[in-house]
């Protein structure tokens, strides 16, 4: 496990449920499922820590953002049913991007089952060509 994912250090918690469609033949969360997963936890983040409302038109027509880089370190898998513990953090800000970091723990052991690094950079909504970070989420980091 890496040494940057303390679980002290994180400012948003959220649960989150595995439904059956999530799983594989093996009855465990395929791979790609988690990055879905994560989505979900960090507009979840959005809503409660940066405090910004989430509409029909969030991360289209305002407050785009192409997600340029996904990390994921896999430790257990989860199943069935099962409750995981999502951390988020913004880790880092640059100019015109936004590193998150995420963890996911199994919530009725609190075994790790993975690690994720994503990056996402704010773009025009017309032209698609990067923007700068606005103020308002420079507070997290």
Do not use: W
Not at 100 to 120: H, T, W
């Amino acid at each position: 496990m890496d040494p940057r994912f303390r679980e002290v250090e994180f400012s948003h918690s959220f649960i989150y449920r595995i439904r059956s469609h999530e799983c594989d033949r093996q009855g465990i969360v395929h791979n790609a499922r988690y990055l879905e997963i994560l989505e979900v936890a960090r507009i979840e983040f959005v809503r409660k820590i940066l405090k910004t409302v989430i509409d029909a038109g969030s991360f289209v027509s305002h407050d785009k953002y192409f997600t340029v880089r996904n990390a994921i370190d896999y430790f257990s898998p989860a199943r069935f049913d099962e409750d995981l513990v999502i951390l988020t953090r913004i880790s880092k800000i640059g100019r015109t991007s936004i590193t998150f970091e995420q963890l996911i723990n199994a919530k009725a052991d609190g075994r790790r089952v993975i690690e994720c690094e994503s990056v996402m950079v704010h773009v025009d909504p017309v032209t698609n060509e990067p923007l700068k970070i606005p103020e308002k989420y420079r507070i997290v980091a």
